[in-house]
């Protein structure tokens, strides 16, 4: 999965972010991340996963907005509804 950061200043501290919650940054383009959760083999989980790791992280930087990008659908906001 692909993750848009509003502020590229700070892909480099969430790929350590996801790094520390068992995730593997596949590629770092800009401000786009992919990601890969290599303990969870459904696509579902792992978005469930990746959904609550990415509200965590924007706990810690409450101005930036990151959206998943799924092949599927063309984004998704990673904010809690």
Known sequence: MRIRVSQPALVPDLVEFL????????????????????????RARARRDLDLYLAAWRGLHPPVEATIIDGDQVGSPATPA
Do not use: I, K, M
Request: proline share 4%.
């Open 19 to 42: 790094g520390r919650a068992s995730c593997t940054t596949e590629s770092v383009r800009g401000s786009v991340v992919e990601v890969v959760l290599p303990n969870v083999a459904d």
